[in-house]
């Protein structure tokens, strides 16, 4: 039973929205049916993120109490979880620092902690690129030597200045690129690995479907 | 004809469907309710779903079936032996999608095999997720792996936890973890975006044994470039059936690959039918709105 009422819904989950795929939705009931089941996967969603608030704050509030090691970066966790929260959900009505809305201490915590530390994190990026091609890039054998040869003609034309300093070599070295390397090597790689992505994604979807994968419920 | 009774089921169930369609179609007051311009992908999907039940029939029976090896699968356990040798803990991020998406499902049936290898070595697993739906499958999954290895005390709820619904909130958590509690092999399998890099080298610089797996073309290099191991595109979803060399399994990875030669063929004769302008017809039977 604990396994065979998850597989019949994972069956007819799968099924409603393949059935779906083939029917248009202004003309059958059928091919409605994909919009409504995907409305009933955030519904289920959102009731799990309480979930989700439970385990955080069990796990941090066990590590503080506790005084476990690296406890003050689990105050600050539970501390900025309640300060974005509760001011968020309280009523706008009862005083503009409430709410969500402009001016509200949610708004102010999102626009000058929440983004720029998010957009902090991105622009870290740069430098770990910077570090992983150091590594990848090294000539140790001919296969690596290729790589790097190709890797600085992609990064030379995808700059200003380096597509300057190619097309003074050659005028058309710029498109050759764009044209062989681009267009040639790497988006026939890049679709071989989609086509194959996509089959093993469609064998694993029906392997499900079928009951005969059940290892995604730990079986 | 016994064998194949799951193939003729499933033939008269795309039968009935078809009727169904038909049905429908016919009772709609305006016609085109059944989108007959992606029929090719009704019958691309009956045979591919044919092809994997004869396998998987053939795989039951006891056919030996050769599949390829997968390096990167294979040090599972070495890298899980490393870590309980160390003392240290196993870090496993399943990607950072829903559960509703094929490549999370995927790397919560890798997490099943992972949690029974630390079960049995009694080495601590990290399972920080991102969206409380995977928490509870995760916690589900690992759960039954720690029953299974006879360790049911063992399991603590906490092994897969909720930490952050952003995706850099997320990033810098799971980073926070691999400097502090410096986990001896990272698992990074899933649908990762532009947060690969930044955990991938993270872990690099924490001295850690990685391997990574996702079906995101745009993100294998920086996996390739910053991990030990890297698992690509269908090897993935191939994952489960390769760890647990469970017959059934392995069977519809043959069924899967059978699926990829006429595919392949269909490509190359599409490219010489078309290079001599003929294949005009051959190319419209692939086309979908």
Redesign the interface.
Known sequence: MRTTVPVIIAFLSGFVM??A????PE??F??RLEPEVLAW?TI??GF??????V??V??NFTAVKRRK??WP?KLATLISIFAMAIPAILPSSWSPLLGTGTGSIYDWLFNYL?AP??ST??A??AF??A???F??FRARNAEATLLLVTATLVMLWRVPMGEAFLKSIHGDLPQYINTYIMGGANLAV?RG?????A??????????M?G??R????? | MNRLRPVWTLLLGLLITLLLFTVASAQTESDGAFRVDRLNALIFMALFSIVILIYTRWAKSGKKLFIRKINGLDEVEEAVGRATEMGKPVLFIPGLQEIDEIETIAAISILGRVAKITARYDTPLMVPVRYPMVMAAGQEVVEQAYIEEGKPDAYNKDIVRYVAGEQFAFTATVNGIMMRDRPATNIFMGAFFAESLLLAETGNAAGSIQIAGTAQPSQLPFFIAACDYTLMGEELYAASAYLSHEPLLLGGLKGQDWMKIILVLSILIGTILLSFGVGDWFYDLYKSV
């Open positions: 393949i059935l795929f083939f029917f248009n003309k059958s059928i091919g996967v289920v969603g799990t993120l309480l979930l989700g608030v385990s955080i069990r796990v090691e690296n970066y929440d530390m998010m994190m991105f870290m990026l770990y690129i570090s992983a091609a590594r990848a890049q690995i989609i086509i194959g992505a089959m093993g994604a469609a064998a694993m979807s029906l392997r499900i079928l005969i994968e290892t995604y419920m730990g079986k």
